[in-house]
């Protein structure tokens, strides 16, 4: 029993030792950089940003690659209300797999500021490429979570919205179907009293061509009798 008490005891000391020796950032390599490598190039970038004048943005602007006009944009966006540089602050580097981001905080009295640089390996250059960069506030943990809350009640609110919206247009449906079927009602009437119309037309008309009959009947039997066609009366007709 001693004796498997004391070879846990020895695996967690191992555990605990193999965690301990955990590789330093500061002494670590990123694609053929060094951590002081991109510290240094950081505080430079921010420092020309600091000290950037309106002749040198306008040039940026103009000239720049995208990756550098969009730091510029979206520093010159962030520190505009902060008030005067105080300085840099902490510097933290993280790697993963082919990418390596950098984040440099800037302190400034109304808030800090958190420039990041996102590296990647280019198989075909075998050199790190600058990939993206910009400069945001940096928030507390109260301020996250108020936004995260309020980002949610957004999407709630405007998930219920689309809802209500797809519930009030299929209520308006069945108005609808009662409007296509007094359309439909009335074109119905409509044929019907058409083809009214047409029977009572064909029955005049057949009516009239029944009469002409009889007068051509009538003067043909008086003609053959030699009497007058006033004595006759025709009672029926048919037709064969």
């Known amino acids: 029993m001693k004796k498997k008490l004391s070879l846990m005891l020895c695996l967690c000391f191992m555990v605990l030792a193999m965690t301990a020796c955990g590789t330093d950032p500061a002494d670590a390599e990123y694609f053929g950089m060094s951590y002081s490598d991109l510290k240094d190039g950081m505080e430079q ?55 390596v981001t950098t984040e440099q ?10 420039v990041t640089y996102v590296y990647e390996y280019n198989y075909e250059s075998e050199q790190p490429e600058l990939m993206d960069a910009n400069a945001d506030l940096v928030y507390t943990l109260g301020e996250k979570m108020e936004n995260a809350a309020l980002n949610t009640l957004m999407g709630m609110g405007t998930v219920f919205i689309v809802l209500i919206l797809i519930s009030l247009i299929i209520y308006c449906f069945r108005f609808i179907s009662v409007v296509q079927n007094k359309k439909k009602d009335s074109g119905e009437e409509t044929a019907d009293s058409t083809v009214v119309t047409q029977m009572e037309q064909r029955e005049e008309q057949q009516l ?33």
């Open 45 to 99: 970038d921010i420092s020309t940003l600091v000290a950037m004048t309106d002749d040198e943005r306008e040039y940026i602007n103009s000239y720049g690659g995208d990756v550098i006009v969009e730091l510029l944009a979206s520093w010159d966006g962030t520190v505009a209300d902060l008030g005067a540089y105080q300085g840099m602050g902490e510097f933290t580097v993280t790697k993963a797999q082919d990418t």
């Open 105 to 114: 905080i800037v302190k400034y009295p109304g808030r800090d500021v958190v």
């Open 208 to 240: 009239v061509d029944d009469l002409e009959l009889v007068a051509v009947i009538t003067a043909a039997i008086a003609a053959s009798e030699g009497t007058s066609a006033d004595g006759f009366v025709v009672r029926s007709i048919h037709r064969r």
